[in-house]
Each structure stands twice: as structure tokens, then as C-alpha cells.
């Protein structure tokens, strides 16, 4: 009569067991959202557009061509909000490239340095890309646009501000600082400039890793990447509905009372 006894007893243990061992879970991964941040420089200093330096000379593209914006007219706060809706968040394969300027606009000379690298990996959240961009004009203004990707399939990450280039000036390069914030795992990237005619809208010149070595294999990581972080683990309790525990040991109970009492009357 022992058996059946030792039987519900280690079947009500391993079942109490069961439901207070609690089993951890991780966390799933949501989508990591493409996500940086830029500062601006030219001349050394902070790039301020409303401080940009005009030439006298008015004759800034051919005198025929109709509309042309005053040089004191910058660039407002909707028609940068247009531009960055229009190229911000979105992707471009290198063979989607198609300029709209024949040998007017050229990007002369790029260059790159890798600015924080937080958890001395080897690869950088932070960066700065500096290019010269020249035209056949005696002023343009002009505004381009960043890109982050690998094998020639691109993320733009920022759509700077309007600026003026002059000339084959050699001193007017535009400086453009990011911290890659998210969307980035470690890998090596390359850059992709582009550069738009502010007046027109139209791309007119561009520079990626196959034009400039510089631009080519940046080891780069976002910057949620920079730190090892560890799965979050989620508690979860179960309950098994009518055969909680305190019905086990009720049940348990009982039964030993009935044992017990066959056990004395046979006796």
C-alpha cells in the first residue's frame, strides 16, 4: 500500500516543482530602424548657410538662362523638409545613378577619418566625410546627400544643407559629420555622395568607393553596437488552471487520510 502512496507523493513534488522553476525566454529582436546624426562644417567652423560668402559677379550660370534665384535667396525651412522626405530613408543600388549634367559639376577630391570608436573594436560610429565639388559656373548652390552601404546597395543617412560652390575654388569643401546611431552591425561600408543643383533639383555630380578609394570599406557600426548587450530575459509563470497546487495537496491529503484509514481497519 505503499506504493501507490509514494507514487502521488513524488508526481505532486515534480509538478509543484514544475510550476514555481521559472523559464526565461529571450526577448525577440525588433527591426533596427536606419538611424543617424550629422553636423555640418566648411571653413573650419560650424557651416552656417546664411553666412556664405558671394562673389560679386552675377553672371553665375549662362546669362539666358530664365528664373534664375537672387544669390541671397537661401533655401527655406518647407524646401528642406521636402528634400529630406524625397531622399532621407531610402535605399539606392549604384546602378540607379543617373546624372542629369554633362561634365558641369564634378566632385574633385574626397576625404574620410574615423572619429569614435567607444569599445575599441576596430569599427567606428562616428566619421566625417570632407569633398571639394567644382562646376564650370562662377557660383552654384548646391546640397548633397549622404550615403551608407555595402556592395554597391546604399542607406541615406543625411541630406545636408545648401551651399554655395564657386568655381574650381580648391578651398570650398564642405565637411559632413555622422554618428550612426542604429541599423548599422559591424561590417565595412562605403560612402556614396551625391550632389543636386539647388535651383533644379537635379543630381549633377556623385562620388562612391569605386571613383575615390577613400570612400571605399569605412569599418563602421552603429552606435547601439558599440556596447555588448545582453539578451533581456522575461519571466513567464504558468499556471495550470484547475491543477493548481493547492489542488495537488489537496489531493494528496486526502488520499493519505483514505490510506491511512483502510490501513487501520484492516488492521
Do not use: C
Amino acid at each position: 500500500m505503499k506504493t501507490p502512496l509514494f507514487s502521488l507523493l513524488t508526481f505532486s513534488a515534480f509538478a509543484l516543482l514544475h510550476m514555481l522553476t521559472p523559464s526565461t525566454v529571450s526577448a525577440a529582436e525588433a527591426p533596427t530602424k536606419i538611424q543617424a546624426i550629422s553636423k555640418e562644417f566648411r571653413y573650419d567652423k560650424p557651416f552656417v548657410a546664411s553666412e556664405e560668402p558671394l562673389s560679386s559677379n552675377k553672371n553665375t550660370r549662362n546669362a539666358s538662362e530664365e528664373n534664375q534665384q537672387t544669390l541671397s535667396n537661401v533655401s527655406n525651412g518647407s524646401e528642406i523638409a521636402v528634400r529630406k522626405e524625397k531622399h532621407l530613408n531610402t535605399s539606392k543600388s549604384s546602378s540607379d545613378i543617373m546624372l542629369n549634367s554633362v561634365n558641369e559639376f564634378w566632385i574633385y577630391d574626397a576625404w574620410t577619418s574615423l572619429d569614435s570608436d567607444i569599445d575599441y573594436d576596430g569599427y567606428y560610429s562616428t566619421f566625417s566625410v570632407e569633398f571639394d565639388a567644382d562646376t564650370i559656373f562662377t557660383q552654384v548652390p548646391v546640397y548633397a546627400v549622404l550615403y551608407v552601404g555595402t556592395d554597391g546597395q546604399y542607406d541615406a543617412i543625411h541630406v545636408s544643407s545648401e551651399f554655395y560652390i564657386y568655381g574650381e575654388d580648391s578651398t570650398d569643401s564642405f565637411t559632413i559629420e555622422s554618428t550612426l546611431i542604429s541599423g548599422f552591425p559591424s561590417n565595412d561600408y562605403d560612402v556614396l555622395i551625391e550632389l543636386y543643383d539647388a535651383d533644379t533639383e537635379m543630381l549633377v555630380a556623385f562620388s562612391d568607393g569605386y571613383d575615390d578609394a577613400s570612400l571605399a570599406y569605412l569599418p563602421l557600426e552603429s552606435k547601439n553596437n558599440e556596447y555588448i548587450v545582453e539578451d533581456t530575459v522575461v519571466i513567464v509563470e504558468e499556471h495550470g488552471g484547475s491543477w493548481s497546487v493547492l489542488s495537488l495537496l489537496a489531493i494528496g491529503f486526502t488520499f493519505m487520510v483514505r490510506t491511512r484509514r483502510k490501513l487501520v481497519t484492516q488492521k
